[in-house]
Structure formats: structure tokens, C-alpha cells
């Protein structure tokens, strides 16, 4: 992906401190970039990620039969690209899971062929 | 864990078995209480926590970041593995706490009557209604309040509406607004009445900013309409003393539903019938170091105490009931406390309400207007002069973000006073602005 040009200025999602980023590509020999208000490493990684290969963690439900409720809850197992959210939120309408399912256990396999999981969070 | 039948008598007996409680259980568990009972009125424990399905749990208590159900579910099996009697479907009628009894009304007891060496209060909060705001208009369905919309997208599997305008931008409303779109729903905006958000920064940007949701700020409901459903809302900009500005454009918004996160209200109406003593201010038990109210061998924590915004911080704190509540039933009482603490400059609010100089403390507080770099400092109040015990430096502080300030023991032998005030005090800024963690 290109380097955008210029500061690019964004709030860390890493935790609920919610530090303000400023990221700036300098290019040169060393690729290197700047990288400015983090407060920890989370901050640092999640800016350089953010500008070049933005990711997000994607909680959802999917149908579930037999169980107490109609739903289950879902996540990904890690952050997906983040163009891909709301294809796999309607990629995972289609799914339809039977009860029991335990805590962790794998609703689809490589979702949309990112490599990653999606999994459930609760047993149900 | 469930029970049917529980026994006539419990070391600990604890109301709610969400995040609060199922802690509070543990702690009282790992403190040495023997039998201990929760009672929830839900069919399942966990609380909110199992409709609460996105990241951002356990940060600070797993070190991971799970989701509301994983969070449950963790603390689910560790109070398991130790053991506590777990009735469902059942709620306290009503108490006696000076013959240390409650009466249990439930599906499966019918009712009882328990006894209790320490009883601790974890019912958690409500939401704000359209009630309480008073929207003037039709009385149409497609008024819900966030958390409501949330059980029915996220267990129910109902969606509120097609259409939808959220009133209040806490958490639960961004949370909410993401939700929706990712279900399908069109969002058309978020509107919140303060000229500030009142939920957390990230929340906004991965909520509202990645999905390209408007937020307007100083900006509020005025009327809804529509016969039999939602129609429309009209929506008006207010003034600095948030009241809709006379004159001003007023919008109306066509929609088939309007989501309000417009506040939580802890739900305090057994503490009240058992005679503790409320907080104007955070309309929570009035309480003591050890988060005992008013009410003698009676504990609160969580919500129910205070609303909180991290469940990392409402486990931590009701662990720590647990623990007290434990010591209590088992004949250690600790020392009474000594000093009063009250909120001072820019702060709200101060939990608890007085601490006891034997040991190290934790005071959790909430600033009334946001501010950058600031202060907090610890005052010790005497008759004759007010000494500074701590100061703590910090770069901003939110009426959103819940604050704590740690007191060593060696902080409080330095008080002699009766009461220590929190200030929080703005600092000058800085001269150069070079912002932390600058690298080249």
C-alpha cells in the first residue's frame, strides 16, 4: 500500500485511554516514519498498522439453534482487514450454528479467506 | 453451582450475579467465607455482561481483551471451581438487617426466608427513559432505551427498526450505533445535548468515525412523532445551558426508531427498604472503606454503588467487597474509619465516602467538566490549615472516565484532620508543546 502523504492524525483504539496519533511518512532510505503521541507499544504498532494495513476486531452473533437464545455471540479470533467488516458480518448472516457450542470453538473457518477464525464467545 | 434449595444460613449472601456480584462472591469465597449465595433474577449468571458482545473486557484483569460473555464466562468458572450456591429466576423481596435475614422470592424456592452473616448489594443500574427526559410529542412505538436494543440484537435476535436516530453519545449509544450498521441498519445520527462526548475516544473513532456515523454535539430530541410507530424526530441545537435555542432551525429527522443512552440510575430500591443511607450525587449507598453502607454487615460495589465505566474496575472493587463482607460475617471486623473524604474543586463525586488511615487506600472519583493537564491533588482539611497529603499529575481528565488515586499508609499517617478533599486543579500549559513518545 502507498504511504500516505502528510500527518496523518488518529485516536489509538488499544485501550480506553484513547491517545491522539499523529503518524507522518518521511521515506528516504530507511522507509522511516514518525510517530508521535503513543503512550505504549500498542499505540506504536496500532499507528504504523493503521496507515498502511487497518485492521479491526469484529464482534457479531450468529443464528443458533436448540439454545435458550437465538443468537450467539461471535468474534474474530484476531483483526481482519478493515474493508472486509461488513463483508463478514453478512458472510456470518448465512451462518447457522446448533446448540451446544462451547466458549472458543470455531464458527467459520478462515473467514473470507483472511486466515483468520471466527469464534464463539460464550457457551450457549 | 445452581441450587434449588438453599440453605437456611449464609456466611455471604449477594444480590445480583453479574460482573459485580459473581466477583464479589469470589472474593468472599478467597476470603474464607464457606457458603456463600448469589441470587439473580435472570435465568443466567453474568449480568449485562452477556449482551455486551464486543471487545474491550479484562484489559486490566486478564491482560486480554475479550468480549462481555468471555469476561462472564471466566469468572463463571472460576467461581465454579470454588464453589457458591447459585439461584436463578429468584429476587430479594425484602430484608431484616437487624436480625440479618432476607426474604427470597423466586421460581424454583418459591419464597424463603435466608439468613446471612453479611449481605452485599450488587444489583447493578437501569437505564434513563424517555420518561425522565420528558420528549415532548406522540407516544409511538420504536422509543427504546441502547441496552434494551442491545439484548434484542445481541440474544434475542430482533432488530428495533430500520431507520434509526440515537439520543446520547455514552458508550452504550456508540456501541449501539456500530452494532446496528453492522446488522444492516442505517444509522442517521447520533445526537448528544452536551457539547462534549460522554463516551470514550476510542469509542467514537471505532464506532462512529469508521462507519462514517455523524455525531452532533449540543444538540437534542425535542419532539418525536409519528401514530403507531416513529416517524420522525425533530432535533434543535441548545444553549449553553443546554436548553433547546428559541428560534434555532429545528430538523426533522424521518425514522422508524429513536435509541436513547441518555444515563444510568443504579438501582438502589431494596437499599433503600433496607434503610442505607444514599448519595445524592451518585444515587449509590453512602459507604465505608470497606464498601460497607449505612446499614451494619451490608456491602455494596459495582454499579449499584456507583456507575462505572470499565468492568475491569467494578470486579476489582467488588472482590474487594467480598472480601470485607467475608471478614465481617466471620467476626474480624476491621477498625472504623477516621476520615471523611469529599469531592472539592472540579470533582463530582468521591467512593467511598471515608477511609481508614490502617491501611492503603483507593478513593474513585469523577471530574465534573473535562480538563487537560491537571492536578489531582489530596488535601488534608483541619480546623486551623489545609495541608496537600498527594498530588498526581495528569495529562486530561473526562467526566466520562471514571478516576482512582491510590493512598499509601505512609500518605495517611501524614493526615491529621477529619476530612481529606480531592481537588482536581488545572496547570498552566506547557511551553513547548512536544507531545510524549515523539520520535524521528
Known sequence: MTPPDGVQRMVCIGCPIGCQLEVEYLGGDGDAWRIAGYDCKKGKSYAAEEVTDPRRMVATTV???????????????????????????????????TSPVAMGDVVLADALGTGVDVIATRSL | MITRTPRSRYDVVVVGAGPAGLAAALGAREAGAEHVLLVDREPEPGGILQQCIHTGFGLHTFEEELTGPEFAERFIDRLTERGADLLLGSFILDGAPREGAVQIVGRDVGAARVEYGSLVLAMGCRERTRGALRIPGTRPAGVYTAGLAQKMVNMMGVLPGRRVVI????????????????EGVEVLGVYEILPY????????????????????????????????????????PVDEALRPIAGARRERIACDTLLLSVGLIPENELSQRLGARLDLVTRGPVVDSTLMTSVDGVFACGNVLHVHDLVDWVADEAMRAGRFAAEHALGRPRPRDSVRVVPGQNVRYVVPHTISPDRDQEVL???????????????????????????????????????????????????????????VVERPPKKDPKPKGSRS
Not at chain 1, 85 to 96: D, F, Q, S
Not at chain 2, 170 to 181: F, P, Q, T
Not at chain 2, 379 to 392: C, D, N
Open chain 2, 197 to 236: 462526548s460522554s463516551g470514550l475516544n476510542r469509542n467514537i473513532a471505532q464506532c462512529l468515525n469508521d462507519f462514517d456515523i455523524p455525531l452532533h454535539l449540543s444538540t437534542t430530541v425535542t419532539r418525536v412523532g409519528g401514530r403507531d410507530r416513529v416517524e420522525w424526530v425533530e432535533v434543535c
Open chain 1, 63 to 97: 443464528a443458533i439453534e436448540g439454545a435458550s437464545w437465538r443468537r450467539l455471540p461471535v468474534r474474530t479470533a484476531s483483526p481482519i482487514p478493515k474493508d472486509q467488516v461488513l463483508a463478514l458480518c453478512r458472510r456470518l448472516h448465512a451462518v447457522r450454528v
Open chain 2, 365 to 423: 472519583f469523577r471530574v465534573a467538566r473535562p480538563v487537560e493537564r491537571a492536578t489531582i491533588v489530596a488535601v488534608a482539611v483541619g480546623e486551623e490549615r489545609e495541608q496537600p497529603i498527594v498530588s498526581k499529575k495528569i495529562r486530561y481528565a473526562f467526566p466520562a472516565e471514571m478516576m482512582r488515586l491510590s493512598l499509601s499508609q505512609a500518605d495517611l499517617d501524614k493526615i491529621d484532620a477529619e476530612t481529606l478533599r480531592i481537588d
Open chain 2, 167 to 182: 439520543l446520547g453519545s455514552g458508550d452504550i449509544g456508540l456501541i449501539m450505533a456500530r452494532r446496528l450498521v453492522l
